[in-house]
């Protein structure tokens, strides 16, 4: 073993018995495989066989498992016995494990070990720790976190304000107003320290500069005036963004105060505005399913799939699933059907594989399974992992395996989930064994190109 192959095996989940078949293992009572797999370099099968000998309260073997991955300095290997050891209240020696990883600048390293440092109420270390490293986003969101515990929120909130200050232009465009700030969530980052001083103005202001609104789906300013009961600002800002995020937070809080009817008219309201409902469909719909107005919500998808443009691959996926969840499959059938019919008889694979899971609601499977074998592209490894999943539903589980055999470097894991059903684990380990050609990442010599992939 080393770091580096392990390391890429683990990124990348190539080459090695992947997360969901160790645990596809354990449920069938294979321990004696994952125990062996994991003393010959598979990281998953460790770990996974380390915190089961742990639970059982075997803490030596446990850490002994890990031993031999620790040894590469691999650093999830160590952050993996750090944490048993603060589970077990060795709480020193998980310092000392993960102290010259964070020393040594991994900033995944020095996030974990600032964390364990405040855990154990050493948070004014942690801070001190941290504070260096101000100008990465990451590390940064840390030392927020850290300060509220260490009472050094006016510390922190000194350090960012001073980012902020220190921003710059983002180009030489003279009519760009966009401004360059290290870290990219230094403002976002300063509203939280104000907001949980109680400066609510302040964080609002400051979270009224932000450049970007909306991360991981959420609105942090329609979070904080949620938080604050002041729904009138919500409505007002919501109408102003175009993402839809800040209108799903005041249709959340409406819901959750019992006001149904103007949770659905807040994203009504915002739908009705060029390109709004199609940010605010889904969850629209959820929340009319949630509510027992099934039926609605299919109208809902079904207008948004009307529009000019409308009818792309995720609005009527959530139509079908719709149709599927209600147990109204034909229905969804027919609505497919018709829109098969207005492109002239064609239908890309992404529509047709929509009608499978409705086939199967129908009793249709074996229909199904036909139409895929003779769909035009039903010699694709991304057809066959749809067959195989017939297949197995209709119990045909020796074809549902073989399917896969056609396309030896695709579906590896669920090629050896197949197998280990059929309780062939040394084929199911063998194929995921299989090494794999690592990617040659060519220098780009600045010229476009038109081959795939684009």
């Known amino acids: 073993m080393d770091a580096a192959d392990l390391d890429y095996r683990a990124r990348t989940l190539t080459g090695c018995i992947h997360p969901r078949v160790v645990a596809r293992l354990l449920e069938l009572g294979h321990e004696r495989e994952v125990e062996f797999q994991a003393s010959r370099g598979e990281w998953f099968c460790a770990l996974k066989w380390a915190r089961l000998l742990g639970d059982r309260g075997q803490r030596e073997p446990a850490l002994d498992v890990l031993a031999p ?14 944490e048993m050891l603060e589970g077990y209240g060795r709480v020193e020696e998980a310092i000392t494990l993960s102290r010259p990883y964070a020393e040594a600048g991994d900033r995944l390293a020095l996030d974990f070990f600032a964390r364990l440092l405040a855990r154990q109420g050493r948070n004014g270390e942690a801070f001190m720790l941290l504070r260096t490293e101000i100008q990465d986003w990451y590390l940064a969101g840390c030392l927020v976190d850290v300060a509220e515990a260490a009472g050094l929120d006016e510390e922190a909130a000194a350090l960012l304000a001073a980012r902020v200050d220190a921003a710059v232009p983002a180009c030489d465009d003279p009519d760009c107003d966009n401004l360059r700030v290290k870290p990219s969530n230094a403002v976002a980052l300063l509203a939280t320290i104000r907001e949980r001083q109680g400066r609510i103005e302040e964080a609002i202001a400051l979270l009224h500069m932000r450049a970007t609104t909306s991360v991981n789906g959420r609105d942090q300013l329609a979070d904080l005036l949620a938080r604050h009961d002041r729904v009138a600002e919500l409505r007002a ?3 102003s963004q175009y993402h839809g995020h800040a209108v799903q937070r005041l249709a959340e809080v409406l819901d959750e105060r019992g006001d149904v009817e103007g949770a659905i008219a807040a994203y009504k309201a915002f739908g009705a505005t060029p390109d709004g409902m199609r940010h605010v469909a889904v969850p629209l719909s959820e929340l009319l399913v949630r509510h027992g107005r099934g039926d609605e919500a ?3 998808m079904r207008a948004l799939a009307e529009q000019p443009g409308g009818a792309e691959d995720w609005i009527i996926h959530t139509l079908c699933t719709l149709y599927a969840d209600r147990g109204q499959p034909q229905e969804g059938l027919a609505y497919l059907d018709a829109l098969k019919a207005r492109h002239d008889g064609e239908e890309e694979w992404e529509f047709f594989r929509m009608r499978l899971p409705l086939m199967a609601g129908c009793g249709l499977l074996d229909e199904a399974i036909e139409q895929v074998r003779a769909h035009p592209e039903g010699d694709t490894w991304y057809t066959a992992w749809a067959l195989s999943d017939l297949l197995a539903e209709a119990g045909r589980a ?6 896969l055999e056609q396309h030896p470097t695709f579906n590896t894991s669920l090629r050896a989930e197949r197998l280990i059903d059929l309780g062939r684990i040394e084929d199911a380990i063998r194929v995921l064994q299989e090494p794999r050609t690592k990617p040659i990442t060519l220098a780009w010599d600045c010229a476009n190109s038109t081959e795939p992939p684009f």
């Open 398 to 403: 020796e074809e549902a395996a073989a399917v």
């Open 298 to 300: 299919i109208e809902v």
């Open 69 to 82: 991955y620790i040894a590469t300095g691999w650093w999830p290997a160590a952050r993996a016995q750090a």
């Open 237 to 239: 800002y919501a109408a």
